[in-house]
């Protein structure tokens, strides 16, 4: 039994090929059409108004000395440990976890057991409500 060789392949690129008819379409009357078809919002007129509605709307947080749960003002997270308030060196290294940074690795661990029980807590929570 011998194999058909597909149209593309390595053996009819080296000119061993059928010849395939192709057959053009027939162009359909829609196609030469010139004019745009009516729109339903050409129509439509916008006028200005002084105060244009909004859905949504962000603006800049304002400058906080203090957030919740002991988050300091915008950018300053990288000026002392989150966990022991340690003021870091300028050549020290820093560990991130989530959006806080810490001087140790141990400080981080800390923190990470802590959001850990935290959230097995709401969770346990959760389920008896």
């Known amino acids: 039994m011998v194999k058909r060789t597909r149209v ?7 000119g061993d090929t059928d010849v395939i008819n192709y057959v053009a379409a027939t162009p359909q009357p829609w196609q030469y059409c010139v004019a745009p078809m009516p729109n339903a919002f050409s129509q439509l007129q916008i006028e200005p108004s002084s105060q244009a509605s909004r859905i949504f709307t962000v603006e800049a947080p304002a400058n906080v000395e203090v957030w919740r749960d002991g988050y300091d003002k915008i950018g300053s997270f ?7 308030k340690r003021k ?5 290294a820093v560990f991130m976890y989530r959006e806080k940074a810490f001087c140790k ?25």
Do not use: P
């Open 88 to 92: 870091f060196k300028a050549d020290g």
């Open 8 to 14: 593309g392949t390595a053996s009819t690129l080296a």
């Open 78 to 84: 990288l000026e002392h440990c989150f966990y022991c």
């Open 105 to 129: 690795t141990v400080c981080r661990e800390i923190q990470m057991m802590g959001d850990n029980m935290k959230e097995r807590l709401a969770a346990k929570r959760k389920v008896v409500d």
